[in-house]
């Protein structure tokens, strides 16, 4: 488990591809300073094993369905990407709950300077819209971010300098993909609402909620 808030970028230094997996060596320091392999690690919001480390970096592998729901089939060496270990029991949550595990990715459409500010516009993959609401929360890339618009095809985030110093996101372009993490909670609210233990045919849609008082 993660919260979004990126201790670190580091710097895609190997990069080996076999017919359906990769094997990233990632130079890094901070993320170093506890690390034991076996240890989850968030890179670009993907929750990767460390598998090799030392003094200058370490090793993930990134298996067939990693590669398919992500961007990472569009990394190469000297790719910058957001770092963060996973989260302690005493920590503090700074962002919100990240899980790892990337719903799909997004393209982003616009970047605009707003004074301190930059808003930047992203295409999400359609099926994830329905999970992203006004002001919620959303993890790109790993970062922890909160929404500030949404419609029908796009939403939008805003970004304060001390983010744009810490990660990635800025070093992007029009055009560039991005891996998107939907808030769980959504999700798990669907999941309830709509399973059925015994697969008959339910009829809970907005008109049902409407008329019992939840929408």
């Excluded at 670190?8 to 320091?29: C, F, H, P, Q, W």
């Excluded at 090799?52 to 000297?78: W, Y």
């Excluded at 990337?102 to 930047?120: E, F, Q, S």
């Amino acid at each position: 488990m993660f919260t979004g808030i990126i201790q670190e970028t580091g710097i895609v230094k190997e990069l080996i591809r076999n017919s359906k997996s990769i094997r990233l060596r990632i130079s890094a320091k901070k993320v170093l300073e506890d690390m034991k392999v076996g240890d989850s690690i968030c890179t670009d919001g993907i929750c990767l094993t460390v598998v090799h480390f030392d003094q200058s970096g370490f090793t993930v592998d990134a298996m067939p369905e990693t590669l398919q729901k992500t961007k990472l089939n569009d990394i190469s060496i000297n790719s910058l990407v957001n770092l963060e270990p996973a989260l302690k029991l005493n920590d503090r949550l700074g962002g919100h709950l990240v899980s790892g595990h990337i719903d799909g990715v997004g393209i982003i459409t616009n970047i605009l300077k707003d004074d301190i500010a930059h808003i930047i516009s992203i295409l999400p993959e359609r099926q994830l819209l329905k999970y992203i609401i006004n002001k919620g929360s959303i993890a790109i890339d790993g970062i922890s971010l909160t929404v500030s618009y949404v419609d029908q095809s796009i939403f939008k985030v805003s970004i304060i300098p001390h983010t744009a110093q810490k990660t990635t996101l800025l070093s992007k372009r029009i055009g560039d993909k991005v891996n998107l993490e939907t808030d769980m909670i959504a999700k798990y609210t669907e999941k309830l609402l709509t399973f059925d233990s015994k697969n008959r045919k339910h009829n809970i849609d907005n008109d049902f909620l409407r008329q019992n008082g939840f929408l």
